[in-house]
């Protein structure tokens, strides 16, 4: 048996397999191609270690004992812009909000799509409209909105990132209820479950990679997301975009060594997110863009 | 069951609902209303119909963004999924490595638009200062053009993900078949993987149209418009319209009731398109 099926394996490989010469030149092209890829980020990175006179007139050259000037930048951007409170309500609001969403979005699915009647719905198809709205219809009033009921700050912002996001959610989370079997949630209710217990013993665990889908898009969307914090919360508490783009500041010059730090700063823990979760994100982009 | 869950729904999705009414509904009803109103503060709106429309349909910036928007969104449409369709043909032929490659094309995906924005000003800024002496904000064709650099750099790697799970659903006793009966491989590639993976390029189609159309975080963070908001698009002209031009606020909701109407119709043909696909299967 198990020959057998090496057997069809190695067939279907070498029905895939190109020649040799084909494979190293396509090596070749793809390898140059990641280079190319990760060129932008590491001359970043060279850059963040030159004195800032130096950046705008030489970006591609490597430092030199002229040019260079150790961990200045990062300090002096840091300080300048309170790099690690920035990170901190970055990290923050992220994780409250996606775990908001995820919870609350997973339980508002379930009932509107198990109970049947025009009001759920018609919830249903409101926040399907909501996802194609973009942020640009509803900036100005929405703001308005969330000043008037002092969400203006990052606990109200949670609440802000639970009502725009909902739609994405709800939208993905319904999709998955309906296809699972409603009979196990029956049983637990006649064993005398409420809904709430038949919820997160039954339904939730089932609900889970549905779960990490929504959660890293979520989290992709928060934590990169400028104009929506920078509305709600202004500058005096900053996000890392917001962060970055007050680095820019008005009509002055931009001090371009802090700039190359601060955006190294701001790249380091998306990558060591990325490698170590590569594996749930790709699937999850893909999965969200499927069913989006 | 049914009626059990009824007197439950309020805990279950009461604070989805109300944080929905709060950051979408409301906003969402007041942007319709105001759009026909002049106001500065929203509490003291008159209503004016049409007006503010007429000014906005009126008014330069927002013309010079539609174009540069649509031009913009047609190239770099064009681009991403050429290239990232092409990058996922590479990708599936077996070679050694290819979980290395795909790692790394899909990276500058996460990063977020401000972030890409001041990585490309660099660089764009220092091979023009190099080439042609002169930075980004000279001539509004280097922002088209770097916009465009930028948003491959950014999306080809997602599309490319995504045609890769396309390509690898063609079953290979199709591939096989074909070979058998000496078909080449562009043969092979017009006639059965670009057919199999029409779903994969619906949606690709419309995640690139959608992604191009309401850029703003990069849009604002390479050009901010310049030169003179010649490179504005339509979500960044939006907000200028809104924070920039005291009196303006109502012409700036008029011009974001266009976006929206524009970006409706783009979500719902794609509906259409990916429904009537799926009754074809």
Known sequence: MAKKKKAVDNELAESKQVSTVQAVIIWISLAVLSVLFLAPIFIVLINSFKSKLYISDEPFSLPSAKTFVGLLNYTDGAVKIGFFQSFGWSLFITVLSVGVIVLFTAMTAWVITRIKSKFTSMLYYLFVFAMIVPFQMVMFTMTFVANRLHLDNPIGIIFIYLGFGSGLSVFMFSGFVKSIPIAMEEAAMIDGCNPLQTFFSIVFPMLKPTAITIAILNAMWVWNDYLLPYLILGTERKTIPIAIQYLRGGYGSVDMGAMMAMLVLAIVPIIIFYLTCQKYIIKGVVAGAVKG | ?281
Do not use: H
Not at chain 2, 126 to 140: E, F, P, Q, S
Not at chain 2, 144 to 164: E, K, P, R, S
């Open chain 2, 1 to 281: 069951m049914q009626k059990a869950l009824k007197k439950y729904f309020p805990i279950f999705a009461l604070p989805t609902i109300l944080a929905f009414i709060v950051a979408f509904i409301v906003p969402f009803g007041m942007g319709i209303y105001l759009s026909l109103c002049k106001f500065r503060t929203v509490t003291n709106a008159t209503f004016i119909g049409f007006d503010n429309y007429a000014k906005a349909f009126a008014n330069k910036d927002f013309l010079n963004a539609l174009v540069f928007t649509a031009e913009f969104t047609v190239v770099s449409v064009i681009t991403i999924n050429v290239f990232s369709f092409l990058l996922a043909l590479l990708l599936t032929k077996g070679i050694k490595g290819t979980n290395i490659f795909r790692t790394v094309f899909f990276m500058p995906n996460l990063i977020g638009g401000i972030v890409l924005g001041y990585i490309w000003q660099l660089i764009i800024n220092g091979i023009l200062l190099k080439v042609v002496g002169a930075d980004l904000t000279y001539n509004a064709s280097y922002g088209f053009w770097g916009l465009i650099v930028l948003m491959n750099w950014q999306q080809i790697g997602y599309m490319m993900i995504i045609y890769v799970a396309g390509i690898q659903n063609v079953p290979p006793e199709l591939i096989e078949a074909a070979k058998i009966d000496g078909a080449s491989t562009w043969q092979t590639l017009k006639s059965i993987t670009i057919p199999m993976v029409m779903s994969s390029f619906t949606i690709c189609l419309f995640l690139t149209l959608t992604n191009s159309f309401k850029l703003f975080d990069q849009n604002l963070a390479l050009t901010a418009g310049l030169p003179a908001r010649k490179t504005s698009m339509l979500a960044l002209d939006i907000y200028n319209t809104f924070y920039g031009r005291t009196g303006w606020e109502g012409v700036g909701q008029a011009k974001a009731v266009v976006f929206f109407l524009i970006v409706a119709v783009i979500s719902l043909t794609q509906l259409v398109a990916t429904r009537s696909k799926e009754v074809e299967n």
